[in-house]
C-alpha cells in the first residue's frame, strides 16, 4: 500500500508534504521526503503520520525536484531504516515504492552475494539497490525487467533535474503545467495545481522535467492523451466535527440525496437501462471487508425481487475456488475506493471468464472503474475515515436500486420516503453504551436475517476503531458453540428489525440473560413489558420502510463504534495497522 509523490517547482517540500496528507488514506505507519538541492538530496525520514514529518521539515519555500513517501508496513518492521526514500548502492539515485516485489528475496540474495549491503529488510530497499548510480531509460529498464509484483516507483537522481517513474499493478498520475511538473498514487494530488492530469498504464515508464511527461512502453515512447480532473473532493474541513469518521456518519444524509438526484438523471438511467438488456443468468456480487458486507446485503435485496441466482464473495477468497462463471453471468464489484487488489483481482478473474462486469464505486477514476464494463457511481463524495460509514450507506442503496431495476419496478418512491425517515439517534444513549463496551475485551452482536448482517457490519466498526474483539453470529447459532462462552461478564448487542423474527430473537435473548449475560437491544419495535427486563439496555431506531430498516440500523451502530474509539482514546479516522486503501492482496 503506501501514497508516493514527486514533485518539481517552487515551494517542493510544502507541495510534497500537502501531497502526502492526502494520500494518508493509504498508509501511515512512517513518512519520509527527500529533495534534491544544490547538487545534493537532502533526506528526512520520519516514524509515524505525516504530521510528524511536518513538524521536522524547515525549508519549504524554495524551487527544488523532491520525492515523498507515506508507508504501509508489509515487508519489514516499522523503523526509519525501512521508511522510504530508499537510496541506491552508491546513494547518488533515491527512490520511493507503492506495492510489493514478490521475487524480492531472490534479488537480495543476488545483491548480497555481489556484497551490496542493506539497511533495512524491505522489498523496496532491494529497488534501489539493483541500482548502480545511473538513472536513465535504459538502466531504468534493466531493472525493471528483473521485478516480478507490483509497483508505482518514483527515482530521484543527484545528476538530473528530472524525475524517473514505473509503473505496474499501483496506480500512477502525472500534471505537467506552467513550469512545474507531479507524479502521485492518487490524481487528487493535483487539485490545486493543474485542470487536467495523464493516467500511467502497466509496463510504462518514463520521466517528467518541468515541462514535459515522456512516457515509453518496451523501448517505444507512447502519446498519452490527457484526461479532466473533472472530479469532486470534498472538503478537509471538519465543519465543526471533532473527526471525519463522525461527520462522514452525518453525511450519509447527504449520499442519499446525492442518489436520489443522480439516480433520476438521464445518464445513470441508461447505464441500468443497459445493464437491464444484458443477458443474464446469475450475479456474483464481490467485495473486502465493509464493502462485502454491503454486498450481502445487496444478495438479500436481488433475492427478493428477481429469480436470478445470486451469490456473495469475499474478493480475497473468490479466485481460488471453483466458480461458475460465463458470459451470462453479471459480476459485480462494490469498492469505495476501487483500488482495493483483491477486488481487481476477482474483476481480472472474471473478465478471463468473460463476464459482464459491474463496479460500485466510490472514485469514478479507480482503476475498477476503468477496467470495469459497467460503473454505477455511489455519490458519497470522498471518504477519509479507513472505518467506512458513509460509502456501505450509499453503496447499499445503490444495490437496492439495481435490484429494482433488474425487476422492472420503481425505485425513487421509497427512496423518497426513507429521505424522509432517515435518523441519527441522539448521541446521550449511545456515549453511556460506549463507555461501557470501552471496558470490555470482548463483545457479542447477534442477530437474525439481515439483522445478523448489520450485525457483522457493526461488530467490523467496533472491532476496527477501538480494538476490542467484536464477534458477530445469528442468534439462533449460539447455542451450537459460542453460548459456551457467556457468563456474568458478558456483553452482548442484538438488533431486531424484522416483525417476523421478533419472537425467536428474543428467545435467543432469553438465553444468554439465563447465563448472566448482560444484553443492549437496538430494536424499531416495542418490546413488552413481559421482556422488557431481558435487556439491560434498549436503543430505539426509528422505524421506516422494511428495506431500509439496516441502513437505519446501521448509523448508531457506526456512532457506537465512534464514540468508543474516543472513550479507548483512540484515533478514530487512523486506527493502528489499518489503512483506507489496500491496495495489495
Ligand atoms: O475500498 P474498498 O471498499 O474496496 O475497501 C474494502 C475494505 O478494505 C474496507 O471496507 C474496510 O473493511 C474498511 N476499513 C471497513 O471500515
Redesign the pocket.
Known sequence: MCGIVGYIGENVEKILLEGLSILEYRGYDSAGIAVLRNGKIELNKRVGKVEVLKQSVKDKKKFGIGIAHTRWATHGKVCIENAHPQFSRGGDIAIVHNGIIENYDILKANLIKDGVRFSGDTDSEVIAKLFEDKLNLKSLKVVLQKLEGSYALVLLSKYQNKLYFAKNKSPLYVAVENGRAMVASDPSCFVNFSKKYFDISDGEYGFIDKNSINVYNKGIKVEKTSKSINFKFSSQKMDGYSHYMIKEIYQCKDALNNIIQNYNLKNIQSILEHIKNCNINRIYII???????AGLIGKNYLKNQTNFEVNCEL?SEFIYQNNLIDDKSLCIF???????A??ISALKYCQKHNSITLSI???EYST?AKQSRFVLPIFAEQER?????K??FA?VLVLYILSKVLAKKEYITTLKKFQKDLSFNSDDIIIKLSKIISLKDQLFFIGRGIDYITCQEGA??LK?VSYINCQAMPSGELKHGTLALIDNKSLVITIITDKKLLKKSINNACEIKSRGGKLILFTCFKISLDFKNVFDYIVKIKPTLDEFMCLQSIIPLQKLAYFTALQKGNNPDM?RN?A???TVE
Not at 287 to 293: E, I, N, P, Q
Not at 385 to 389: I, N, P, W
Request: a negative charge; proline letters at 3%; glycine letters at 8%.
Open positions: 467485495g473486502c471487508g465493509t464493502a462485502y458486507h474478493a462494490i469498492s469505495q475506493s476501487g483500488e482495493t483483491d477486488t464505486t466510490n472514485v475498477l475515515a479507513v472505518a467506512s460509514t460509502a456501505y453503496q467490523l466498526k476496527e486506527p489499518l483506507k486503501s489496500v
